[in-house]
Structure formats: structure tokens, C-alpha cells
Nanobody
């Protein structure tokens, strides 16, 4: 059973930085996989933010491209989201997700990924 747990959320002023971590357990890395970050802004629908596939290729939404970086440390079984130059629009609950996907099918906004964390709150004040 795959389990994911986010950490590292918090409050920051606009222009600041935060790093989210997602500890992944039960995931096998001997086949193709896709790991992603989503967020749900207050009063809005959940949206994809970034994803990373088996080959290490990363994908980003236009709203975070150039400011956010997704990475994975397989030795630590941890997915990261480095967020810089944060804006008030980045406020929301952030979720990590993971599933098996062939490279090229790891879209950053794929809601059909089967394994999800509980979420971590990020609040950016202007």
C-alpha cells in the first residue's frame, strides 16, 4: 500500500520561499512512476502544479514555471517542491500524489493518480 505524507507548509510573506516535502512509502521504483504536486486555492478547484516522471523529466503549470522546482530523492523516498518568489495566489492546500505511469504520460494535472497525501497548508501574505 502506497502512503504519502506532506510536510513543510507554513506562512510566508510574498516574495519568500518554502520547501514542501512528501515522504513516500510502499512505492516500488522498479517500474515507471509519476509523482506530482497539486494545490487547492481557497474557494477554488484543485489544480495541478508540477510533476516528475521516471526519467527525471519535470512538468509545470504556467503559473509556477520558473518559480517552483520539483525533485525526487529516491534514497530518502521523498518528493520535494521548492517554491520561490511566492505570491498570494500561491496560497492553498498542497497535495502530493503518485502512481505508476509510463514516461510521457506524467502530466502535471492528472487527477487520476491513485495515491494522495493529506495535504499541507501554504499561506502567502502580501
Amino acid at each position: 500500500q502506497v502512503q504519502l505524507m506532506e510536510s513543510g507548509g507554513g506562512s510566508v510573506q510574498a516574495g519568500g520561499s518554502l520547501r514542501l516535502s512528501c515522504r513516500v512509502s510502499g512505492m516500488t521504483y522498479n517500474t515507471y512512476y509519476c509523482m506530482a504536486w497539486f494545490r487547492r486555492p481557497p474557494g477554488k478547484e484543485r489544480e495541478g502544479v508540477a510533476s516528475l516522471d521516471t526519467d527525471g523529466t519535470t512538468y509545470y503549470s504556467d503559473s509556477v514555471k520558473g518559480r517552483f522546482t520539483v525533485s525526487h530523492d529516491a534514497a530518502k523516498n521523498t518528493l520535494y517542491l521548492e517554491m520561490r518568489n511566492l505570491k498570494s495566489d500561491d496560497t492553498g492546500a498542497y497535495y502530493c500524489a503518485a502512481d505508476h505511469r509510463h514516461p510521457g504520460l506524467c502530466h502535471y494535472n492528472d487527477p487520476t493518480l491513485r495515491n494522495w497525501g493529506q495535504g499541507a497548508q501554504v499561506t502567502v501574505s502580501s
